[in-house]
């Protein structure tokens, strides 16, 4: 074993890289050049040896309050010494009954049975499996087939991945779920490059579902589940008309249209979800992640009313919908959560994060003309840089980038040759502590880095 594998101790603070698989990571490369952080702050995070780190990220995609928001914490704290847990099953506590009212009252229409999980997978998983039982309840039991997107993502659960459109994620897992189809990609480089915001060219795309109707009738799909935006495959905006377009004809064929909220609810878009943000109501929202600012796993999935009163009816007695999870709910999550709602509502984050977009939009557009540049693109505080990979090494640039940025003090994210950039949607707050620190200190330009 290589010694960096075993004593990790650059900042004295010895650590053994072996036992720990790290998710989605180049765990040999990570070994080689491990990146550990220790404390979290706002929008910084820190080293051991107290090196400080813009968060561009938010984690990812999810500290929406940054880190360690004090009124968080302490929700946190209080909750860990009050109830730690509570079984989710036949046996309720009130947190998350009233989190679930919280939800339903900020979510659009009638989208009001909430139903927790633990994670965007789970999140998604679930969503899938209530539009399968409501068509079974609703006796179109035919109705099984689900329809994800080319470049979508949705999780690492099976059915996530199934529905997920990149290629990397499905290749090695065998067939994965039956009877899933694909639409395509909302992506065109030739129509949309360097567009600001929502591209002008591509609402056509949606009309890509009717292709599956050739050879699978309508009636045979339950289920279409969309990212408003991509975001792993690198912020894939949803052309003008796109959204609009997929609802319509979901609609008129009695398809269930989920929208995957994970990182595109709670701020990220200037509003509660990308449903208020686009102005179009799906039947289920999946979230996650900025629901609690990523401080304890939570996910949630907000249905139509329709769709659990169905489902519910079509049992007499006993467990109508057999689904659900032992953290479902948690008390400490649940108290997050409904610490994060309460911070986002007492300091208007959703409305400064739709002041920032423009500020985010300048500054990633004004790198346009640097060396490799194939196209920028953002939405809300959403925003990436793609690069023209080297075609005999392709992700590196985004890699070195990624390394560059992070010993600069900046963390990003890669997904290839594209870097994400994901600032917390309160980062203006932010600024204004730095301003001040700055002023206070004398010392005009020594935090802008
Ligand atoms: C759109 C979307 N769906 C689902 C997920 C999966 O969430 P998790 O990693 O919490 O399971 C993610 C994660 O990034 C996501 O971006």
Known sequence: MAENVRDFDRFHNEVDLDAHWMPYTANKAFRQSPKMVERGEGMHVFDAGGRSIIDAISGLWCCNLGHCHPRVVAAIQEQAATLDYSTAF??????????????????????????????????????????????????????????????????????????????????TFGPLLPGVLHI????????????RGQP????????DLERLFVTNHPESIAAVIVEPFGGSAGVLVPPVGYLERLRE??????????????????????????????????????TAKGITSGTVPMGAVIAREGIRETILDATDAGIELFHGYTYS?????????????DAYEEESLFERAAKMEGVLEAVVHGLKDLP??????????????????D?????????????????????????GDIIALAPPPHCE?????????????????????
Not at 184 to 195: L, N, T, V
Not at 329 to 341: D, E
Request: net charge neutral; glycine share 12%.
């Open 429 to 449: 707050r932010e600024r204004h502590h730095c301003d001040r620190r700055r002023r206070s200190e004398g010392n005009p330009g020594a935090h802008l880095g």
């Open 372 to 389: 490799y540049v194939r196209d920028i693109r953002n939405i809300g505080m959403a925003a990436a840089i793609e690069l023209e990979g």
């Open 249 to 286: 004809i979901t609609a008129r064929h009695g398809i269930l249209l989920i929208f995957d909220e994970v990182i595109t609810a709670f701020g990220r878009l200037g509003a509660s979800f990308a449903a208020e943000r686009f102005g179009v109501t799906p039947d289920i929202i999946a």
């Open 184 to 195: 395509a990609d909302i992506y065109d480089h030739e129509h949309q490059a360097f567009s």
């Open 200 to 207: 002008q060219w591509g609402a056509h795309l949606a009309d």
């Open 90 to 171: 036949q046996v309720g506590h009130p947190k998350a009954f009233r989190l679930a009212e919280r939800l339903a009252d900020i979510a659009p229409d009638d989208l009001s049975a909430v139903f927790f999980t633990n994670s965007g997978s789970e999140s998604v998983d679930t969503a899938l499996k209530l539009a399968l039982a409501y068509f079974h309840a609703k006796g179109e039991p035919n109705r099984t087939r689900l329809v994800g997107r080319v470049r979508g993502y949705h999780g690492a659960g099976f059915g996530g991945t199934s529905v997920g459109g990149i290629g990397a994620n499905r290749r």
């Open 329 to 341: 709910g948690h008390p400490l999550a649940s108290a997050a959560a409904l610490a994060c709602l």
């Open 391 to 415: 075609a005999n090494a392709p992700s590196r640039r985004a890699l070195s980038v990624f390394e560059t940025a992070f010993e600069e003090g900046v963390l990003v994210r890669t997904t």
